[in-house]
């Protein structure tokens, strides 16, 4: 059984030093990830790729040769990765055994995890090739300022849950950057109750009805749950590792050790 995490979130959330600060932690403590490039817009990185999905395709030549922006381009990037599934990456996943860690950083169109279904494809490739799928979603923590911004923030994560079906850890990035942090604390565990007295305060009457079943909704699903993520402290970035190693279930099925005692150490004891 392989693991496989989907890094994801809107675009400048911090997906790639997110995934720098990961794979320096792991290293410092002689555990070994592989973190797989899948945006064919991304240029330059500080640490080593395992897989490129540039060495399948690549935005600039699709951008040229088929006249499309950056968005229309990037979209046909991936339907083209969704078309090479079993090509190029399952050519790709041969390198690696079993119980490997693999990390994919994903583009930041929001399209891609809430609207089209080809990371949710992917997904099930991974997961038919026995792969525990995990998704690491990142807010950046600077947008959550106000309950608006953080019922929207709330909303694209869960289109986000719902459209890939995967276990789901919210990360608010970017902590080491907030100067009032207290602010944020009120937004890491809220009481529903207190979100919709929030926003019927901000909001006119006419939108209480859909206040609540806003509320209701991000309450149903349990999505009013984001872990804090602080790229300085080391802790920090343990906890939130602890928190996706539970939910793709690493480790569980490790060899338990077990430590033999001579009988003249037991008698000393």
Same mark, same amino acid.
């Given at each position: 059984?392989?693991?496989?995490?989907?890094?994801?979130?809107?675009?400048?959330?911090?997906?790639?030093?997110?995934?720098?600060?990961?794979?320096?932690?792991?290293?410092?403590?002689? /555990?070994?990830?592989?973190?797989?490039?899948?945006?064919?817009?991304?240029?330059?990185?500080?640490?080593?790729?395992?897989? &490129?999905?540039?060495?399948?395709?690549?935005?600039?030549?699709?951008?040229?040769?088929?006249?499309?922006?950056?968005?229309?381009?990037?979209?046909?990037?991936?339907?083209?990765?969704?078309?090479?599934?079993?090509?190029?990456?399952?050519?790709?996943?041969?390198?690696?055994?079993?119980?490997?860690?693999?990390?994919?950083?994903?583009?930041?169109?929001?399209?891609?995890?809430?609207?089209?279904?080809?990371?949710?494809?992917?997904?099930?490739?991974?997961?038919?090739? @026995?792969?525990?799928?995990?998704?690491?979603?990142?807010? &950046?923590?600077?947008?959550?300022?106000?309950?608006?911004?953080?019922?929207?923030?709330?909303?694209?994560?869960?289109?986000?849950?719902?459209?890939?079906?995967?276990?789901?850890? @919210?990360?608010?990035?970017?902590?080491?950057?907030?100067?009032?942090? /207290?602010?944020?604390? &009120?937004?890491?565990?809220?009481?529903?109750?207190?979100?919709?007295?929030?926003?019927?305060? /901000?909001?006119?009457?006419?939108?209480?009805?859909?206040?609540?079943?806003?509320?209701?909704?991000?309450?149903?699903?349990?999505?009013?749950?984001?872990?804090?993520? &602080?790229? /300085?402290?080391?802790?920090?970035?343990?906890?939130?590792?602890?928190?996706?190693? @539970?939910?793709?279930?690493?480790?569980?099925?490790?060899?338990?050790?077990?430590?033999?005692?001579?009988?003249?150490?037991?008698?000393?004891?």
């Amino acid at each position: 059984m392989g693991y496989a995490l989907l890094v994801i979130g809107p675009a400048g959330s911090g997906k790639f030093t997110y995934c720098l600060s990961l794979y320096q932690h792991c290293q410092a403590t002689q /555990r070994t990830i592989h973190i797989v490039n899948l945006d064919p817009a991304a240029e330059n990185f500080d640490y080593p790729i395992a897989m &490129d999905i540039r060495e399948l395709i690549s935005l600039d030549d699709v951008m040229e040769e088929l006249g499309l922006g950056p968005n229309g381009g990037l979209l046909f990037c991936m339907e083209h990765l969704e078309e090479n599934l079993d090509a190029w990456l399952d050519e790709e996943l041969e390198h690696y055994m079993e119980d490997d860690y693999l990390v994919f950083d994903c583009p930041g169109q929001i399209e891609l995890f809430s609207h089209v279904p080809v990371l949710k494809n992917f997904v099930g490739h991974l997961q038919r090739r @026995n792969f525990n799928v995990c998704a690491v979603y990142l807010l &950046d923590s600077q947008f959550v300022t106000d309950v608006t911004k953080f019922i929207s923030g709330c909303m694209a994560s869960l289109s986000a849950m719902v459209q890939l079906e995967l276990p789901h850890v @919210n990360i608010l990035s970017k902590m080491d950057l907030v100067t009032r942090k /207290r602010d944020i604390e &009120d937004f890491l565990n809220p009481e529903p109750q207190t979100l919709l007295a929030e926003l019927n305060q /901000r909001m006119g009457p006419q939108f209480q009805k859909l206040n609540k079943t806003l509320i209701e909704l991000v309450d149903q699903y349990s999505m009013v749950s984001f872990v804090p993520l &602080d790229l /300085r402290k080391e802790s920090s970035i343990q906890y939130v590792l602890s928190q996706i190693d @539970n939910c793709i279930q690493f480790g569980e099925d490790a060899d338990v050790r077990i430590r033999d005692f001579d009988e003249d150490e037991e008698q000393d004891d």
